[in-house]
């Protein structure tokens, strides 16, 4: 099922004119200065406030499959961001 959804979103985005997305690593720190990482993605072809949405990865932490939806997100207009709770469990 993976494969299908990565493959009707390349289809559905790969011709609808968009710029690249820009993808980045964020590193922050939880309240108590543990060193946490995330991941950042938008649509550079889109200028101005956007909103913003949070990504939860389920109990494997941050996959490919994040990322995807993550990319997905943005490619709707949003600013995605993706953090890894399970690397506080680590």
Known sequence: MKSFSAAL???????AGH????????DY???KGAPLE?????DDAIS???PGVIV???????TDYTHLRAEML???GYI??????????R
């Open 56 to 62: 939860v990865h389920d109990w494997r932490g941050l």
């Open 19 to 26: 710029a690249a997305l820009v993808t980045q690593t964020v």
């Open 48 to 50: 101005g406030p956007r």
């Open 74 to 76: 943005a490619h709707l």
């Open 38 to 42: 995330g991941f950042v993605v938008y």
């Open 9 to 15: 979103f390349a289809l559905l985005f790969a011709s």
């Open 29 to 31: 720190t939880d309240e």
């Open 80 to 89: 995605a961001f993706a953090t890894d709770f399970a690397q506080r469990c």
